[in-house]
């Protein structure tokens, strides 16, 4: 029963997929100031608050979707991700050249252009990838939810104790204490810290970010196993990563030692890097000795499939992390890696390309669903506790997405591939914090792209 005098919104459609529950058919949230009071079926949720107005939705309403690795600053570098190229490497000096390019760009509003696109396609949560400040509570002032993670790349362990450590601690002193530059406004946005990747830092500076991760209580996010030449780098300090690094005129201690002898995944972990506050993204080239250290220390790998494909790489081992218990989320990574930022797109792929790694149980749908929600608030440090995220659940925040298919018959045994099949690009309204985003007025929204870029 609602309290006297406090809004109850009952929110119903034909098929409600809280992900925290099975589905129910004519089923309703109810929601007071943005936090969810119940689920049920509409007759018993309007029962228990009557007198609440109810919205009626069409189609699928479902638990909003969490991307667990974007970098919406780079929205306006979608000319880079709209081909696709024979290797990383080539997809790297590409991305370089454009971004070197831009100096000068309003990043702040090319990641507001993502946010708003990532919302027109049900997205509620995001970890976010920042290199520019100005970029970092964009996505809260949106409504998004999630971390916002300040990226560092390219530092030696000389320029980092030369200076690259003092700007950092000084920027997370500031945002402690609420120097942030921002739109106006409360900004309340979680922020984490993002190692880049094994191969564009230098070693003691990956160590001595995992240690400042801990000190200051933030979540980590780094890319691991993205690149098939990954490994070579961080054993033998060799391949083609280690060339694009010395071209680029990085001189870490891993190439004048000629490697670690250990694969990407033993490195990190060796630095304190890996475990529950952290975790990673793509894990392509993760093997089976690798995929059971990431369960141990507790670590998701939030896999990017199509930013995968653009970049002339295989699709990650999505069937065996299921099969053995891996903690996985779905991310798009930004548009210069990747055609659209509508995550169901990328669920849809891993749907497909588990079949195709021979993943035959028939909770696939159901699992990458919830790999899509539940999975990336995990990753994100934001699945329990109140104002949760990926769920409808009491308590939990009021984010969901829309979906404007046919929920099917009753009796239709998986309504979860439904909407995996038939979802993508049929997002029709998305509510973050029990506020409607009004995608009415993005339904024709396409982010700026600068001349000339």
């Known amino acids: 029963m609602s309290v006297a005098g406090e809004a109850v919104v009952v929110h119903s459609a034909p098929l409600l997929l809280p992900v925290s529950r099975p589905p129910i058919r004519d089923g309703a949230v109810a929601a007071r100031d943005g936090r969810v009071l119940t689920t049920g079926t509409r007759r018993e949720t309007l029962a228990a608050h009557p007198g609440a107005e109810e919205v009626r939705w069409p189609g699928v309403v479902v638990a909003g979707l969490v991307n667990a690795h974007t970098h919406l600053q780079f929205t306006r570098m979608a000319g880079v991700g709209a081909r696709v190229y024979d290797t990383f490497e080539e997809w790297s000096d590409t991305f370089d050249e454009v971004y070197a390019s831009m100096d000068g760009e309003d990043w702040a509003a090319s990641t507001r252009e993502g946010a708003l696109l990532a919302l027109r396609h049900g997205t509620t949560a995001v970890a976010d990838v920042v290199t520019d400040l100005a970029a970092l509570p964009v996505p809260a002032e949106t409504g998004l939810a999630g971390v916002s993670y300040l990226e560092i790349l390219g530092d030696d362990d000389r320029e980092w104790a030369r200076g690259g450590r003092a700007r950092l601690t000084s920027t997370l002193g500031r945002l402690a204490a609420g120097d942030v530059p921002r739109g106006g406004g409360p900004w309340t946005a979680r922020v984490g810290i993002a190692p880049h990747a094994p191969y564009t830092l230098d070693t003691a500076v990956l160590a001595d970010l995992a240690g400042l991760m801990r000190a200051y209580g933030l979540r980590g996010h780094i890319h691991l196993q993205e690149s ?15 060339a694009l690094i010395r071209r680029i005129g990085l001189d870490f201690e891993i190439l004048r030692a000629g490697g670690t002898g250990q694969g990407p995944a033993d490195f990190l972990d060796g630095l ?10 793509h894990g392509v080239h993760l093997d089976a000795g690798e995929r059971a250290l990431l369960r141990a220390r507790g670590v998701g790998v939030a896999l990017c499939p199509r930013s995968n494909r653009t970049l002339g790489i295989d699709g990650p081992p999505v069937a065996a992390l299921l099969e053995e218990g891996g903690m996985v989320a ?3 990574d930004s548009l210069a890696s990747s055609p659209s930022l509508d995550l169901l797109e990328d669920v849809r792929l ?31 440090g934001l ?22 298919v046919d929920p099917g018959d009753p009796g239709d045994p998986d309504p979860y591939r439904t909407l995996i099949e038939d979802g993508p690009g049929q997002c029709v309204a998305t509510v973050t914090g029990g506020v409607h985003t009004g995608l009415d007025r993005l339904a024709n929204f396409t982010p700026e792209v600068p001349r000339g870029r």
């Open 228 to 242: 098939a030449h990954e490994r070579e780098f961080t054993v033998s300090g060799t391949g083609p990563l280690a």
């Open 272 to 281: 304190g890097m890996l475990g529950p506050h952290c975790h990673v993204a």
């Open 330 to 332: 779905v991310g798009t």
């Open 350 to 380: 891993l749907h497909a390309l588990a079949r195709e790694q021979g993943y035959r149980a028939a909770d696939l749908a159901r699992r990458l669903v919830e790999a899509a929600t539940t999975g990336g608030a995990r990753a994100l």
């Open 383 to 404: 699945a329990a506790g109140p104002g949760r995220i990926g769920s409808l659940d009491a308590g939990a925040r009021c984010d969901f997405a829309v979906f404007d």
